[in-house]
C-alpha cells in the first residue's frame, strides 16, 4: 500500500478519528431543557420558542424556500433541490461575499420524494430535521467550528451515495481531493473596484463523510465528490467545513481544525443557552395575528444570532447574506453597508437582551474611524471629525459601487463635490450610529465599552460642528445636506437637526463621565441652544414652510426640512425621525400631539419592509396602527416561508430587515424606557395578550403580563443598582412594590404618576394594585408547544402547508 506523508497523513489520521469515532446519539431526538426560572416568570423556554418553529408539510424544493442555519460566522440555506440542496455563506469573503460552496447529497431525494414527508425548523435547538420513507436526516452548524454536519439515518445500506461540493462559473477554485477530503479553495485581493483596500480575501471548503469505502474525487474543476456505502444499520454522515480563509494561511492545515471535535450535542447547547438569555414574548390573539408577529420575531433572534459576524455585520443593505441560496449573487453592493437597515436590528437585539449581537455593527464604524475621517478631510472640504458615510464600504470609504445595475451606478456618500445623489450629503448617521453606542452603554452600563467607542460619538459630534454654519437669525443651519435619501441637498433637514439636538447632549455626557474633551464640551454646550426648531408646514399643504413664530396645534406635521416643496427621490417618513431613533419627542413632551398628526399624514404608510411605522406608531401610544401596519409590511413584503422578506419568490436572496421591524415593535408595545422612565404595556394592540419580558438600560428584564389591554403581572429584574422610575401600570389606581425574594413592601398605595424606589442588584420588584397585593402572589409560568404545522396570514405563511406547489 502507499504509505502517506505529511500533512495529507495527518489530515486522513485526524479526519478518520473524528468521523468514526462519532457515534450515533445524532439520531435520537433532541433533549429538552427544563423551563427558565428567575424572580420573574417561569417560562418553558422551549416550549415557547417552539412555538415560531418552521413546520414542511411538503420538501422545500426551490431555492427561494430555503430554511437557514449558522453559528454567526457561518450561515446556511438548506432546501430539497436535488435530495438536499445546502449553500454556504461567511461574511468575510469580501468585497463580493463569494459563497464558499454548495453542498447536494442526491441520494435524500428517497427522503424528500417521500408521500409522508415532514420538515421542521427547531429554533430552540438550532437544527433542521426531516424525515420520510423510513429516513431521517439532522442538520446543523458547529459552534466552536465553521462545520456543517448531516447525520442520516435509515438509508438503504446495499446502495452507493455520493455527496458533492460545487462552485460556479466564474469561480476559479483550486480543486483537489486527498484521501478521504475533498476541497475547494480560492483567494483573491480587493483592488478591483473604486477606494478597494488592498486586503487579501478567500473562500475555503472540504467535504468529507462517514459510512462504508469512502472516497474522494475531483469531478471537474468546479466540483469536488465524496462517494460511499451507508453503515450496515442505513446511518451515515456528511461533514462540510468552511473556516475562515485569505489565501494566507495552510488549506489543509484549516480544514484539519474545522475537522475536529465534531459532537451532534455542542450546537445544541449553544442554542438552548442563547434562548435562555433572551427575552420572551409570547403574543395570544383570536386571529392569529399577534402569533404570527411571535414567530417572526423569534425568526429574526435566530438569524441574528445564525449571521452575526465577528470583524463585519452578516448582513447588508437589510439582507441577510449569510443565509443566501442565490449562489454569488447579490442586489446591492455586497461591499458596503447601508445604515437605514441595520438601526432596527441593534434596537431589536438590546430590547431582546442580546447586545453581544450588535458587537460586529459596534466594530464596523470603530474600527474604521481613521479611514472614516482621512475620507471626510479628502471629500469634505478638510473638515475635522468623522462624517460617517450613510452607505459605507467595509473598509471605511463612502462608495456604494453598484456593478449588477445597468448602466453600473457608483455613488459617493459624504461628499462635498458629487453631484446630487440618495446619500451624497446625508450627514446625520455618524450622529445616530452614536447614539447606539449610548444606547448600548445605557443598557449594559459597561463603562469600557464606552470609552472604547467614544472616539466615535466625538469624531462624529465634531464633524457636526464644523459643518454647520451660524446664519443671520443666529442659529447653526446645515446646507447643503440630504433629508437622508428622501430629499436631496436642502437646508436644515429634519434628520441633522434631530441629529445634533439628540447627539450633542450625549456627547457631553459621554465626555464628562470619561473626563475627556473639555473643549468639545464647551463648544457643544454653545451649540446646543442654536439648533434651529424641527420645520413645519401644514398637514393640507405640506410644500409650504410655517415659519417658528407661526402657532398651529391643529394642523401642522413635522416636514422634511426646511425646503419642503423639493422633490422625493425615496419613500422615508423623514418627519418622524424625531420620534424614532432620536427619541426627542414622548408622550410627555409638548410636541406629541405635534408628532401624532405627523403620523397621521405621513407621506408614505407601510410601503416597503424596512418601514419603521410599526416602530414609530409604539412611540406615539398607537397599538392599533402597530398591528395594521405590521399586518401590511408583513403581508407585502414576506414571501417565504423561512419568515424572511424577498422581492422574488424564487430567489434566494433574504431580507432580514422586516422581521427587524416586527421584534423591535412588539418590544416597543410591551416595554420603553427612551427617557429613564419604565412605560410598561405603552401601545398594546387591541385584542393580543401578551406574556413577555424586555430588557431596558441598567442590565434590567421587565416582566409584563396584559389580559385584554390590561396589565395584569409587572416586574422589575434589576441587574444594576439605580434609583428606577416606573410609570403607574394601573393610571388612577394605589400601587403597592414588593421585592420577589423577601416579600418585603417597600412601596404601599402609590398614587404618584411615576413609582420611583431604590433598586439593588439581582433583585426583583413585583409591582401589584394595592388592593390586590398578598404576601403569596404568585408569578405565573409561561408555557407553549412546539408548532405543528404551518402558519399563515392572509396570503403569506411560515412554513409549508401540504398542497402548497
Request: aromatic share 8%.
Amino acid at each position: 500500500m502507499r504509505l502517506l506523508h505529511g500533512n495529507a497523513a495527518k489530515l486522513f489520521l485526524s479526519v478518520s478519528i473524528v468521523l468514526c469515532g462519532v457515534n450515533r446519539e445524532w439520531a435520537q431526538q433532541p433533549a429538552r431543557s427544563i423551563a427558565r426560572e428567575s424572580a420573574g416568570f417561569h417560562v418553558d423556554v422551549p416550549g415557547v420558542i417552539g412555538r415560531s418553529d418552521i413546520v414542511l408539510a411538503r420538501p422545500n424544493m426551490q431555492a427561494g424556500e430555503a430554511m437557514p442555519l449558522g453559528n454567526g460566522r457561518l450561515g446556511v440555506a438548506i432546501w430539497s433541490e436535488d435530495g438536499l440542496t445546502a449553500q454556504l455563506n461567511r461574511a468575510d469573503t469580501l468585497p463580493d461575499r463569494l459563497s464558499p460552496g454548495q453542498v447536494v447529497i442526491p441520494g435524500l431525494a428517497a427522503l424528500t420524494g417521500a408521500t409522508n414527508y415532514a420538515g421542521r425548523l427547531d429554533l430552540y435547538n438550532g437544527e433542521f430535521r426531516e424525515r420520510g420513507a423510513g429516513m431521517t436526516a439532522t442538520v446543523y452548524v458547529q459552534p466552536g467550528t465553521d462545520t456543517l454536519l448531516i447525520d442520516v439515518t435509515g438509508a438503504d445500506a446495499t446502495k452507493p451515495q455520493t455527496a458533492q461540493l460545487r462552485l460556479w462559473p466564474p469561480r476559479t477554485p483550486h480543486t483537489t481531493a486527498k484521501m478521504q477530503v475533498g476541497m475547494l479553495s480560492q483567494s483573491w485581493i480587493d483592488s478591483r473596484n473604486p477606494e478597494s483596500s488592498s486586503r487579501s480575501f478567500g473562500s475555503l471548503s472540504a467535504i468529507s463523510a462517514q459510512g462504508r469505502n469512502v472516497r474522494v474525487a475531483v469531478t471537474d474543476p468546479l466540483t469536488v465528490t465524496v462517494s460511499f456505502k451507508p453503515y450496515l444499520d442505513g446511518h451515515f454522515r456528511i461533514a462540510v467545513a468552511a473556516p475562515h480563509y485569505d489565501g494566507g494561511q495552510n488549506a489543509l492545515a484549516a480544514v484539519r481544525r474545522s475537522f475536529t471535535e465534531l459532537s451532534s450535542r455542542s450546537h445544541r447547547l449553544m442554542w438552548n443557552s442563547f434562548w435562555n438569555r433572551a427575552a420572551i414574548i409570547k403574543v395570544t390573539s383570536a386571529d392569529g395575528t399577534g402569533e404570527y408577529m411571535e414567530n417572526l420575531r423569534n425568526i429574526y433572534l435566530f438569524a441574528a444570532q445564525a449571521e452575526k459576524g465577528v470583524e463585519y455585520p452578516g448582513s447588508q443593505a437589510g439582507v441577510a447574506d449569510m443565509l443566501s441560496s442565490a449562489r454569488d449573487a447579490h442586489r446591492w453592493d455586497s461591499s458596503a453597508f447601508w445604515h437605514w437597515n441595520l438601526r432596527m436590528q441593534v434596537a431589536a437585539n438590546l430590547g431582546a437582551g442580546l447586545p453581544g449581537l450588535n458587537a460586529s455593527y459596534f466594530n464596523l464604524y470603530r474600527e474604521n474611524l481613521p479611514s472614516i475621517e482621512d475620507w471626510t478631510k479628502r471629500h469634505m472640504a478638510g473638515r475635522a471629525g468623522a462624517c460617517v458615510p450613510e452607505t459605507m464600504r467595509f473598509n471605511g470609504r463612502g462608495i456604494e459601487y453598484e456593478s449588477s445595475w445597468k448602466p453600473i451606478s457608483i455613488g459617493r456618500d459624504c461628499d462635498s463635490d458629487s453631484e446630487p445623489y440618495f446619500n451624497a450629503r446625508t450627514l446625520s448617521t455618524g450622529a445616530e450610529v452614536s447614539l447606539w453606542i449610548w444606547q448600548q452603554y445605557l443598557a449594559t452600563r459597561n463603562h469600557q465599552f464606552l470609552a472604547k467607542n467614544y472616539p466615535v460619538i466625538a469624531a462624529s459630534a465634531r464633524f457636526l460642528l464644523a459643518y454647520q454654519k451660524l446664519g443671520p437669525d443666529g442659529l447653526l443651519h446645515t446646507s447643503p445636506s440630504n433629508a437622508h435619501e428622501t430629499q436631496w441637498d436642502i437646508t436644515d433637514p429634519t434628520t441633522d437637526i434631530a441629529a445634533t439636538m439628540a447627539l450633542y447632549p450625549v456627547a457631553i455626557q459621554a465626555a464628562q463621565l470619561l473626563g475627556l474633551d473639555a473643549d468639545l464640551i464647551a463648544r457643544l454646550q454653545a451649540a446646543i441652544p442654536k439648533i434651529p426648531p424641527l420645520p413645519r408646514t401644514a398637514a393640507d399643504a405640506p410644500n409650504t414652510l410655517l415659519l417658528p413664530a407661526v402657532k398651529d396645534d391643529h394642523d401642522d406635521v413635522i416636514a422634511e426640512s426646511y425646503l419642503p416643496a423639493k422633490p422625493n427621490h425615496n419613500a422615508e417618513n423623514i418627519g418622524l425621525e424625531a420620534v424614532w431613533p432620536y427619541d426627542l419627542i414622548g408622550d410627555t413632551s409638548p410636541l406629541f400631539a405635534l408628532a401624532q398628526r405627523t403620523y397621521a399624514h405621513r407621506p408614505f404608510s407601510a410601503v416597503a419592509d424596512w418601514s419603521f411605522d410599526p416602530i414609530q406608531a409604539a412611540r406615539l401610544g398607537l397599538g392599533n396602527e402597530i398591528k395594521s401596519t405590521l399586518v401590511r409590511i408583513t403581508e407585502q413584503s414576506q414571501h417565504t416561508p423561512n419568515g424572511f422578506a424577498n422581492w422574488d419568490k424564487q430567489y434566494g436572496e433574504f431580507y432580514v430587515e422586516q422581521v427587524g421591524i416586527v421584534a423591535a415593535a412588539l418590544q416597543e408595545s410591551l416595554v420603553q424606557d427612551y427617557d429613564e422612565v419604565i412605560r410598561i404595556a405603552p401601545a398594546i394592540p387591541p385584542g393580543w395578550d401578551f406574556d413577555g419580558s424586555v430588557f431596558v438600560r441598567d442590565n434590567t428584564k421587565v416582566d409584563v403580563q396584559v389580559r385584554n389591554g390590561v396589565v395584569t403581572t409587572a416586574v422589575i429584574e434589576v441587574g444594576s443598582k439605580h434609583t428606577a422610575r416606573v410609570r403607574n401600570p394601573w393610571p388612577g389606581h394605589p400601587v403597592d412594590v414588593v421585592t420577589g425574594n423577601t416579600h418585603m413592601m417597600i412601596v404601599k398605595g402609590s398614587i404618584a404618576p411615576i413609582i420611583t424606589f431604590p433598586s439593588a442588584d439581582g433583585t426583583s420588584y413585583h409591582l401589584w394594585k394595592h388592593t390586590e397585593t398578598t404576601i403569596t402572589q404568585r408569578i405565573p409560568s409561561i408555557a407553549g408547544t412546539p408548532a405543528r404545522t404551518a402558519r399563515s396570514l392572509g396570503k403569506v405563511q411560515i412554513g409549508l402547508f401540504k398542497d402548497n406547489q
